[in-house]
């Protein structure tokens, strides 16, 4: 029997209702949610469609965990997409926390109201299709948002009175023991077997001035465990660097150093450091491997020693505070290396404005030149300005080749078109050859079966034929070069050179950059070039044509560097010398030393010695006389390229 529903479930195309079904659960890990309770959510939903409509339906089940604070989770986006795309008649859920455990929630009702698609959320009684929704919707995003803050505050109540009296004890770090059973710091002890490994530890941090990264690489020689309950099996800098400032080690135990903070926009949380006065401490002397006034000796200098790594001293002062770091500024990345592919990072050998290759930090790669990101913000933005000013027009035999792609475009809609109607054919005779023999034999459950299948199938392929038939057909028009590079100018007056928007115009114009060591040939240092590929596809709209991205795409080089005196006069000097100008008086006229008009012509005489029109020559491996390139030499470094790599610099 059919439950009454004021108003009735009603598709949207008249035969076959489509439902997105909505599960979740916050956490399936063992001790927490039974993962199980997805499958139970479906089935009470399955069960109340089933009372409540005997139309054809077919269901879109979105089931995940996570918090229901995030507004990140891909449930959740796929939610907004459905929605979006038309296609379905109705969500289902158990309540609106099962979406969203805020006011987005409410927001997503709204959603679901601008697409024509009836919400229902069962356990909060919200029905879109009913008047006053807007109420309960509210009220209900209301109390879960309260909720998540009540049992927070309650969580967090609980575990700051249990440590004032012992208990909140926290996993063991590495030099610990946990006995089974232990309540409390008084049963923990301390590992007999680290002893000797920890005083090494720290002495190396006083006393040989050793960095985390060495301390690391030296217990990963050692085989040093890395800690009863960690997950990694290798010891990181990062790991050396927590254990080193955990207070445990001088027989202090603390709580409530960070707290966590949700950011609005995403959901998610982040850690920050906690005010001092919610700071908790309690003494375990029994668990101290050091002297309180030792240890506090030993982080202070290694505090001192790493102050000039710091962006700032207070991370509020921070100029990235709060930024995400994928928010950066031009060139950052957007530059690659060419040796082993690995991105351009900020903070070259300890220059905030300086880039250098990530794969040389890490002792991977020989390329540890830098780039300067003032210098590379300028010579990109004029070149980009140049190949903008030097893109071809687009001539009339370009429109016959759109035309050729969009009509095999079109070619292929025909196509899909035609297998639709095939298959509709063949389902109507399947379904009047059932309809026959139901006539002749009678009631058949098996035929019923089918018959409905073929019903629901034929119900698909009439609403994607009616999608393909109702879709618009754009016209091809694409603007002038003209107009191509009056939009670009534009874009790039409008904008101020230091903004993310900015920034991000750039990556969209130079989608790839990579940069390659090159040297004169008659030697000297190390300079980078960059080979970018441009593309103003980003300007210019119809431009999911592939003609259209060849013709608006190119490549190009720009210097990285200054050049020596000895090639930047070259040419003056050579055409100088050849009236007859003397190399003092040559030297005079161009206002550089004589030693510098002498380079000069010698660095011809090279080039015209090795038959080569340019003076600069790709480095394709670490020269054995530059004193400051040693990195490859560290007993660490070993080159590893990412596939495809090293690329070669084109001629």
């Known amino acids: 029997m059919i439950a009454f529903l004021n108003p009735p479930l009603a598709p949207r195309d008249g035969r076959t209702l489509r439902i997105v079904i909505a599960c979740r659960v916050s956490d399936p890990r063992p001790g927490k949610q039974d993962e199980r309770s997805l499958g139970d959510q479906e089935a009470e939903h399955r069960r109340w469609i089933e009372e409540h409509t005997d139309l054809p339906y077919e269901v879109e089940v979105v089931a995940g965990s996570g918090s229901g604070e ?14 979006a795309s038309g296609n379905y008649d109705l969500v289902l859920t158990e309540d609106l926390g099962r979406i969203a455990r805020r006011v987005h929630a409410h927001l997503f009702g709204e959603h679901c109201v601008d697409h024509d698609v009836r919400l229902i959320a069962l356990n909060d009684g919200v029905d879109t299709a009913t008047s006053g929704w807007q109420d309960r919707s509210i009220f209900s995003s209301w109390h879960h948002e309260r909720s998540n803050r009540d049992t ?10 249990r440590f004032n009296h012992g208990g909140a004890l ?9 006995p089974l059973g232990a309540k409390g710091d008084e049963d923990l002890e301390k ?5 000797a490994i920890l005083k090494e530890w720290f002495r190396k941090l006083d006393e040989d001035d050793a960095s985390y990264s060495e301390i690391a690489d030296w217990l990963n020689e050692q085989g040093a465990p890395t800690g009863p309950y960690c997950r990694q099996e290798k010891w990181t800098c990062q790991m050396v660097t927590r254990i080193t400032h955990n207070w445990l080690l001088k027989g202090v135990r603390f709580r409530n150093k960070r707290q966590t903070r949700r950011n609005n926009k995403t959901g998610k949380y982040r850690s920050e450091k906690a005010a001092p006065e919610d700071l908790l401490t309690r003494p375990v002397p029994h668990l101290a491997y050091f002297d309180e006034a030792y240890y506090d000796h030993v982080v202070a200098k290694l505090d001192q020693r790493n102050r000039k790594f710091r962006r700032a001293e207070d991370p509020r002062d921070d100029p990235l505070y709060l930024q995400p770091k994928k928010r950066t500024r ?48 300028e010579r990109f933005g004029c070149a980009i300005f140049r190949v903008i000013e030097s893109l071809p027009a687009f001539e009339p035999e370009f429109q016959d080749m759109m035309q050729e792609e969009f009509a095999n475009n079109q070619a292929q809609r025909s196509s899909k078109l035609e297998e639709i109607d095939a298959e509709l054919a063949k389902i ?27 019903e629901r199938r034929n119900a698909e392929l009439q609403w994607q034929r009616n999608q393909i038939i109702s879709a618009p057909r754009p016209t091809i028009r694409l603007p002038s070069m003209d107009e191509v590079k009056e939009l670009a100018r534009r874009e790039f007056t ?47 709209p119809r431009t999911d044509l592939e003609v259209v991205k060849q013709r608006l795409s190119t490549t190009f080089s720009v210097d990285l560097f200054v050049p020596p005196q000895r090639e930047l006069y070259r040419e003056q000097v050579v055409q100088m010398r050849g009236q007859g100008i003397s190399e003092r008086r040559v030297a005079e006229r161009l206002r550089i030393t004589t030693t510098a008009a002498q380079r000069a012509a010698s660095l011809q005489r090279e080039m015209d010695r090795r038959g080569i029109d340019s003076p600069w020559l790709p480095v394709v491996a670490p020269p054995n006389d530059m004193l400051k390139l040693r990195r490859h030499l560290h007993a660490r470094y070993v080159f590893s390229p990412l596939q495809g790599f090293p690329h070669r610099l084109p001629v």
């Open 170 to 178: 926290a996993l063991p770090i590495f030099g610990y023991r946990k």
């Open 70 to 83: 995030s507004l990140e989770r891909e449930e959740f986006s796929q939610l907004n997409d459905l929605v």
């Open 494 to 540: 409008r904008l101020s050179r230091d903004s993310h928007q900015f920034s991000q115009l750039l990556r969209e114009l130079l989608p790839s950059i990579l940069v390659f060591p090159i040297r004169l040939c008659d030697g000297g240092a190390i300079y980078l070039r960059s080979v970018a590929t441009f593309s103003a596809t980003s300007l210019v």
């Open 428 to 454: 109507a005779r399947g379904t009047n050859n059932i309809i026959s023999v139901l006539r002749e034999v009678g009631t058949s459950m098996a035929l019923r079966t089918e018959l409905q299948r073929l």
């Open 191 to 195: 590992d007999p077997a680290c002893e």
């Open 330 to 377: 031009f060139p950052g990345q957007s530059i690659r290396c060419g040796i082993c592919g690995r991105a351009y990072v900020f903070g070259g050998h300890g220059q905030r404005d300086h880039l250098m290759c990530s794969g040389a930090r890490e002792y991977k790669c020989w390329n540890a030149f830098t780039v300067d990101e003032n210098l590379a913000r």
């Open 152 to 161: 927070s505050d309650r969580i967090k109540r609980t575990h700051r009175n």
